[in-house]
């Protein structure tokens, strides 16, 4: 069930009116079975598996809380480490890394056929896998105490706002909002609304309505001039930002409405003063996952200079491989970890100078943008080699302006990017845009009816997929 579809208009209203007219202790047993159904509604047989997933973690958790012997506490935590990523592996990896080994056998001569087939990636799988084995791994580490009731687990693990697509939450944030009853709030109700209706803005107005331009250009490369494919890969960065971006919001909104809060996952990315910041502010929950349970294992900056660099790499490089089972992903993470590793050596060489402070960081934040940018080119492309050409067209054949739909779909399209980097723009220097945030419940009204209004008259209403909902 997307999020913007008439299924999801149709059952979330339904849900959350239930939700507040049931009585509290029926509340949660409620939500577990609402999530299960908008998980279940895509292939109702991927149910089993986020309930195995949530089973093997629970029974885990519990049984590395009662036992006193390290030996065995370990035990536990490697056969819930290792089952759940073998059914990330099987799903999302087994067709790439089958079609690799064919390739180098091809490439040696060997005449010998390495078993695989394309399997449907289920839903989310990435997502609940890593919140599930977050909880394991902090249960080991005696950062949080086991949950003991199987229900409220089985809700925190499948919670339906952020269970496709995140944000990945931690058990010490989400898990405790399901022990306490909460009651309705009209401004957190309205709150709550207006995040959604700002996240839809993102998704229908910008991020569908730049991606047929996208499409065209990136899937029929070789048809296209740089000219046109620089604004392709202008246009994608706003795309896939819009597109998860929006998610996002809806998520957060859809929560806020029953008063549970979540991990905000973005924090205006594309104003970063480097790519260190950038990955701060960019699908946060991610960056810290990678931070609490890849990187500092790893060693972190707790170490020589050439291990902390390498250890950025390392990380960088499984990021990239988690997005998808594409080379091009790799590319994309290796990149952003050479990125992080030049900053590092930047800032130890060349510490930041205090003159033009406003100058410098506004030409640090357009330097960072560009590296972004280009690297999103090789997140976007089909292959590597792709990627390539695009970039050498990019800097050799300039030319006319492939024109899409025509240019007043160009024209607004750039409207709507402006109007969403007035409002980054704004909050990155502390001011709120006060029509929008007002406290006024008249005002605010008004400022989230014009909203709507405008999403309903300027947006691009294809039914298109979250761009995550892939990883």
Same mark, same amino acid.
């Given at each position: 069930?997307?999020?913007?579809?008439?299924?999801?208009?149709?059952?979330?209203?339904?849900?959350?009116?239930?939700?507040?007219? !049931?009585? =509290?202790?029926?509340?949660?047993?409620?939500?577990?079975?609402?999530?299960?159904?908008?998980?279940?509604?895509?292939?109702?047989?991927?149910?089993?598996?986020? /309930?195995?997933?949530?089973?093997?973690?629970?029974?885990?958790?519990?049984?590395?809380?009662?036992?006193?012997?390290? &030996?065995?506490?370990?035990?536990?935590?490697?056969?819930?480490?290792?089952?759940?990523?073998?059914?990330?592996?099987?799903? %999302?990896?087994?067709?790439?890394?089958?079609?690799?080994?064919?390739?180098?056998?091809?490439?040696?001569?060997?005449?010998?056929?390495?078993?695989?087939?394309?399997? /449907?990636?289920?839903?989310?799988?990435?997502?609940?896998?890593?919140?599930?084995?977050?909880?394991?791994?902090?249960?080991?580490?005696?950062?949080?105490?086991?949950?003991?009731?199987?229900?409220?687990?089985? /809700?925190?693990?499948?919670?339906? =706002?952020?269970?496709?697509?995140?944000?990945?939450?931690?058990?010490?944030? !989400?898990?405790?909002?399901?022990?306490?009853?909460?009651?309705?709030?009209?401004?957190?109700?309205?709150?709550?609304?207006?995040?959604?209706?700002?996240?839809?803005?993102?998704?229908?107005?910008?991020?569908?309505?730049?991606?047929?331009?996208?499409?065209?250009?990136?899937?029929?490369?070789?048809?296209?001039?740089?000219?046109? !494919?620089?604004?392709?890969?202008?246009?994608?960065?706003?795309?896939?930002?819009?597109?998860?971006?929006?998610?996002? !919001?809806?998520?957060?909104?859809?929560?806020?409405?029953? &008063?549970? *809060?979540?991990?905000?996952?973005?924090? *205006?990315?594309?104003?970063?003063?480097?790519?260190?910041?950038?990955?701060? &502010?960019?699908? &946060?929950?991610?960056?810290?996952?990678?931070?609490?349970?890849?990187?500092?294992?790893?060693?972190?900056?707790?170490?020589?200079?050439?291990?902390?660099?390498?250890?950025?790499?390392?990380?960088?490089?499984?990021?990239?491989?988690?997005?998808?089972?594409?080379?091009?992903?790799?590319?994309?993470?290796?990149?952003?970890?050479?990125?992080?590793?030049?900053?590092?050596?930047?800032? %130890?060489?060349?510490?930041?100078?205090?003159?033009?402070?406003?100058?410098?960081?506004?030409?640090?934040?357009?330097?960072?943008?560009?590296?972004?940018?280009?690297?999103?080119?090789?997140? *976007?492309?089909?292959?590597?080699?792709?990627?390539?050409?695009?970039?050498?067209?990019?800097?050799?054949?300039?030319?006319?302006?492939?024109?899409?739909?025509?240019? =007043?779909?160009?024209?607004?399209?750039?409207?709507?990017?402006?109007?969403?980097?007035? %409002?980054?723009?704004?909050?990155?220097?502390?001011?709120?845009?006060?029509?929008?945030?007002? %406290?006024?419940?008249?005002?605010?009204?008004?400022?989230?009816?014009?909203?709507?209004?405008?999403?309903?008259?300027?947006?691009?209403?294809?039914?298109?997929?979250?761009?995550?909902?892939?990883?």
């Amino acid at each position: 069930m997307l999020f913007n579809s008439l299924a999801f208009l149709a059952f979330f209203p339904v849900v959350c009116l239930l939700y507040w007219l !049931l009585p =509290p202790k029926y509340r949660n047993g409620f939500l577990l079975l609402s999530s299960y159904y908008f998980y279940m509604s895509w292939k109702p047989v991927y149910g089993l598996l986020i /309930l195995f997933s949530t089973l093997v973690t629970w029974l885990s958790g519990i049984y590395i809380g009662q036992q006193r012997e390290r &030996r065995r506490k370990k035990a536990a935590l490697t056969l819930a480490l290792a089952s759940n990523f073998s059914l990330l592996f099987f799903f %999302k990896y087994w067709g790439f890394f089958g079609e690799s080994v064919n390739y180098l056998l091809d490439r040696w001569n060997l005449r010998i056929q390495f078993p695989f087939s394309s399997i /449907l990636l289920p839903i989310g799988i990435s997502f609940y896998t890593f919140q599930t084995v977050a909880y394991v791994i902090d249960v080991y580490r005696k950062e949080i105490e086991p949950e003991r009731n199987f229900l409220t687990y089985a /809700l925190f693990v499948s919670f339906f =706002p952020q269970l496709v697509a995140g944000p990945i939450e931690r058990a010490k944030n !989400l898990l405790p909002q399901f022990r306490y009853s909460h009651s309705f709030d009209d401004g957190q109700f309205l709150e709550g609304i207006r995040t959604m209706a700002w996240g839809y803005f993102m998704k229908l107005c910008i991020a569908d309505r730049v991606a047929p331009y996208v499409d065209a250009v990136f899937d029929n490369y070789r048809m296209h001039n740089g000219t046109s !494919l620089l604004l392709g890969a202008f246009f994608f960065t706003f795309q896939i930002f819009c597109d998860f971006g929006g998610y996002s !919001l809806i998520a957060l909104g859809t929560a806020q409405c029953l &008063r549970f *809060r979540l991990t905000s996952n973005f924090e *205006r990315p594309y104003l970063s003063s480097n790519v260190q910041i950038f990955w701060r &502010r960019w699908h &946060r929950s991610l960056s810290s996952w990678f931070m609490d349970y890849v990187y500092i294992p790893l060693g972190g900056n707790r170490c020589n200079l050439p291990r902390h660099l390498l250890n950025l790499l390392l990380t960088f490089a499984i990021s990239g491989l988690w997005h998808g089972a594409n080379w091009t992903f790799l590319v994309w993470g290796i990149l952003h970890g050479i990125f992080m590793m030049l900053s590092v050596l930047m800032h %130890k060489l060349w510490p930041p100078a205090q003159s033009n402070a406003s100058l410098r960081r506004a030409a640090n934040i357009v330097f960072t943008f560009v590296l972004v940018l280009f690297s999103w080119i090789f997140f *976007r492309a089909s292959h590597i080699a792709t990627a390539w050409i695009i970039l050498k067209k990019i800097f050799t054949e300039q030319g006319a302006l492939y024109k899409g739909q025509g240019l =007043p779909e160009l024209l607004l399209a750039f409207l709507c990017i402006g109007l969403l980097m007035f %409002k980054e723009i704004k909050e990155e220097a502390g001011m709120n845009i006060h029509f929008i945030h007002s %406290k006024n419940t008249i005002v605010s009204t008004i400022s989230l009816s014009l909203l709507i209004a405008f999403i309903l008259l300027f947006a691009e209403f294809s039914g298109n997929a979250f761009i995550y909902f892939q990883f």
